[in-house]
């Protein structure tokens, strides 16, 4: 069975840092992409971050880009992602999330339960 | 950038009804890469439909995914008590991958 755990979610001010981490279970981690998708509140879902089985191929959207790092211990079948320059936008459920494959094209197949992420003064 | 357009944005219908959700894109999705996803109350999403039309492991049938190009439509023939939820369409032929804003069904 697919287990995906994440940890790591807070309340920090603006301009703080912050590293998620996503334990996985069930697959052959190194098989597989992994996402960080996030969720505001009341709101719909968005697609942060990305990166391949083996950790040599990453991707950003735009309003990230240059504060967020993904990355992933395929040792330890754990995902992260750190968070720095955090700001307000930035508050949601931060999601981990299994690839259906490790490469292009890949769906999202399985969703871990998310923490939360809150960034305040 | 491709934007999914959900609607309605509400669908209020009783158990046992068929309900039929749409999900537009601004251009055409590549190679039908189209997800469907549902997602209750304070729970993650659950996958429901990949590549447009095909049910993802363990979901019942239901739930069916049809349309190519730019129109999309989920289809739950009979609404089940456990239905009513939020649902979802994601596209992941093109960067960025993007979502629809969602479709909330209800219970009349």
């Known amino acids: 069975e697919v287990q995906l755990l994440e940890s790591g979610g807070d309340l920090v001010q603006p301009g703080g840092s912050l590293r998620l981490s996503c334990a996985a279970s069930g697959f052959t981690f190194s098989n597989y992409a992994m996402i960080w998708v996030r969720q505001a509140p009341g709101k719909g879902l968005e697609w942060v971050s990305a990166i391949t089985g083996s950790g040599s191929s990453t991707y950003y959207i735009d309003s990230v880009k240059g504060r967020f790092t993904i990355s992933r211990d395929n040792s330890k079948n754990t995902l992260y992602l750190q968070m720095n320059s955090l700001r307000a936008e930035d508050t949601a459920v931060y999601y981990c999330?299994?690839?259906?494959?490790?490469?292009?094209?890949?769906?999202?197949?399985?969703w871990g339960q998310g923490t939360l992420v809150t960034v305040s003064s | 950038e491709i934007v999914l357009t959900q609607s309605p944005g509400t669908l209020s219908l009783s158990p046992g009804e068929r309900a039929t959700l749409s999900c537009r894109a601004s251009r055409s999705v590549s190679s039908n890469y189209l997800t469907w996803y549902q997602q209750k109350p304070g729970q993650a999403p659950r996958l429901l439909i990949y590549g447009a039309s095909s049910r993802a492991t363990g979901i019942p049938d239901r739930f069916s995914g049809s349309g190519s190009g730019t129109d999309f439509t989920l289809t739950i023939s009979r609404l089940e008590p456990e239905d009513f939820a939020v649902y979802y369409c994601?596209?992941?032929?093109?960067?960025?991958?993007?979502f629809g804003q969602g479709t909330k069904v209800e219970i009349k």
């Open positions: 999330a299994k690839g259906s494959e490790n490469s292009f094209p890949y769906y999202i197949d399985y």
């Open positions: 994601q596209q992941y032929g093109s960067s960025p991958r993007t």
